[in-house]
T-cell receptor, first 111, second 112 residues
Framework: DGGITQSPKYLFRKEGQNVTLSCEQNLNHDAMYWYRQDPGQGLRLIYY???????QKGDIAEGYSVSREKKESFPLTVTSAQKNPTAFYLC??????????FGPGTRLTVL | QKEVEQNSGPLSVPEGAIASLNCTYSDRGSQSFFWYRQYSGKSPELIMF????GDKEDGRFTAQLNKASQYVSLLIRDSQPSDSATYLC????????????FGKGTTLSVSS
């Protein structure tokens, strides 16, 4: 089955800790994205990558980092510099037509 | 800062009625327009996309686009309780490559 997977589904972070969220797709899409969603809010773009080994900052990149070493994978690291990381994190991918498809999401909570 | 505006709702309609969801956008260069449905606690699901002025129909859903007015809408005919969800409008932005700009969503409640 083609699709996008994210892991873990739930993640708990302690103060000062870096955590990495996984995103994998087997749709052969070139572009991948990370969004953050807070309660009652829309999706805000953190980082996006249109091709392997290249990525761009979105509107709220501070405190986050990414890598794109393989076409299928686009992991997101939430660093200790992100002061309010509790949110629902969504990974998406798209073909050239801009139609984005989302993974199931990771819910991150700071303890 | 390019923006997408939606009425947050909630929009309440009885079962079988037509639900009308509206969205305006600020970037005149936008070319691609999308509607996503998001159930509580779940990720967004693409339900419609439209690229040209006019109407596009898919089953009970109709997307309408008016680029001159920078307005896009989604009509849901014969609304069902299972349509109760938050509907997100998304628009492409030339400044952000292939990334999309999302509105905050309109919550639809269909009562039986």
């Amino acid at each position: 089955d083609g699709g996008i997977t994210q892991s873990p589904k739930y993640l708990f972070r302690k103060e000062g800790q870096n955590v990495t969220l996984s995103c994998e797709q087997n749709l052969n899409h070139d572009a991948m994205y990370w969004y953050r969603q807070d309660p009652g809010q829309g999706l805000r773009l953190i980082y996006y990558s249109q091709i392997v080994n290249d990525f761009q900052k979105g509107d709220i990149a501070e405190g986050y980092s990414v890598s794109r070493e393989k076409k299928e994978s686009f992991p997101l690291t939430v660093t200790s510099a992100q002061k309010n990381p509790t949110a629902f994190y969504l990974c998406a991918s798209s073909s050239r037509a801009n139609e984005q498809f989302f993974g199931p999401g990771t819910r991150l909570t700071v303890l | 800062q390019k923006e997408v505006e939606q009425n947050s709702g909630p929009l309440s309609v009885p079962e079988g009625a037509i639900a009308s969801l509206n969205c305006t956008y600020s970037d005149r260069g936008s070319q691609s327009f999308f509607w996503y449905r998001q159930y509580s606690g779940k990720s967004p699901e693409l339900i419609m996309f439209i690229y040209s002025n006019g109407d596009k129909e898919d089953g009970r859903f109709t997307a309408q686009l008016n680029k001159a007015s920078q307005y896009v809408s989604l009509l849901i005919r014969d609304s069902q309780p299972s349509d109760s969800a938050t509907y997100l409008c998304a628009v492409n932005s030339l400044e952000a490559g292939t990334a999309l700009i999302f509105g905050k969503g309109t919550t639809l409640s269909v009562s039986s």
